[in-house]
């Protein structure tokens, strides 16, 4: 059992009790990865609009290009905000998996809390790109370029929360998550 919370338990994957943190956070992830997926595929929606404006309607559709730019830019960003929260992300696992008890958990603490401090700046830079942005139009689309910057805030606040939620389940439950 977690010691975040005493409420409603879940069965988790190892047949031990999820918390409702534990799920909450879960479904956040699984969130991004649904709206990504969904991005992509008005993605790949668009790009076939653009093939057939081009060369079967001879109308070049502009907002395509604009558009992808932003698209990709949240399919990016939730997509790794996700692979914190699932340990996903990149890393080099074969040195620290070889390594006793002690220096492995700390290297995943100290994997975390960089993880976590660099989900901090990417939101707080972030933050700052969205309030310098406000009154610039994106061409094309006539969208705020803040836009474009408010997936680094909305990615970098997730990487925090859940690299922290990492290091706090690892101190306070070892053999869990």
Request: aromatic fraction near 8%; charged fraction near 15%; proline fraction near 4%.
């Amino acid at each position: 059992m977690s010691a975040y919370s005493d409420h409603t338990q879940e069965a988790g994957e190892d047949g031990g009790a999820r918390s409702v943190i534990d799920v909450g956070l879960d479904g956040i992830a699984h969130a991004c990865i649904v709206v990504s997926g969904v991005l992509l595929v008005f993605l790949i929606a668009s790009f076939g609009w653009l093939v057939f404006g081009r060369y079967v309607l001879n109308d070049t559709p502009t907002w395509v290009e604009q558009s992808s730019l932003l698209i990709v830019v949240y399919v990016t960003c939730l997509g790794a905000a996700a692979g914190v929260r699932n340990k996903s992300h990149l890393s080099i696992e074969f040195i620290r998996d070889g390594l006793p008890a002690l220096p492995r958990a700390l290297m995943c603490h100290v994997a975390d809390l960089f993880v976590a401090l660099f989900g901090v700046f990417m939101a707080w830079q972030g933050g700052i790109m969205v309030l310098d942005n406000l009154q610039r139009p994106i061409p094309m689309i006539g969208l705020s370029e803040s836009w474009r910057a408010l997936p680094l805030v909305i990615s970098g606040g997730l990487m925090m929360l859940f690299a922290a939620v990492n290091i706090v389940q690892r101190l306070v439950a070892p053999t869990g998550r």
